[in-house]
């Protein structure tokens, strides 16, 4: 079966940090393309980032560049994201995903792109930053 799991969420104050973790199985990791995502209460879905499989390919958002950063462990079939600097409006459900072709990791008009062609979603992990 399919899963992808993302864990590592919590609570913090602002300025602190955290690392978000997704295990990836029951598909060929590494033709697919991980995406980080988010949603806020009452907000639309934000795709914040994606990185390969092989992790040579890393994209962010604006709204996260240089705060968060994703990495890859192609052994063990993990994603993670290191979220510093974190303010109150990160707070938010965060997931992963999956894309087919790590060609279609990449942002377009500061956005992620393809969102819509994201194959596989986890079940998501709460961050809530205290102010």
């Known amino acids: 079966d399919v899963q992808l799991q993302a864990s590592g969420g919590g609570l913090v104050q602002a300025g602190g940090s955290l690392r978000l973790s997704c295990e990836a199985s029951g598909f060929p990791f590494d033709d697919y393309a991980i995406g980080w995502f988010r949603q806020a209460p009452g907000s639309e879905r934000e795709g914040i980032s994606c990185?390969?499989?092989?992790?040579?390919?890393?994209y962010y958002t604006d709204s996260v560049k240089g705060r968060f950063t994703a990495s890859s462990d192609y052994a063990r079939k993990m994603v993670y994201l290191q979220n510093d600097s974190l303010e109150p409006e990160d707070t938010a459900v965060y997931y992963c995903?999956?894309?087919?072709?790590?060609?279609?990791?990449?942002?377009?008009?500061?956005?992620?792109?393809?969102?819509?062609?994201?194959?596989?979603w986890g079940q998501g992990t709460l961050v809530t930053v205290s102010s």
């Open positions: 995903a999956a894309i087919l072709g790590t060609e279609f990791c990449t942002v377009a008009g500061g956005k992620l792109a393809y969102e819509y062609y994201y194959r596989y």
């Open positions: 990185i390969s499989a092989s992790g040579d390919k890393v």
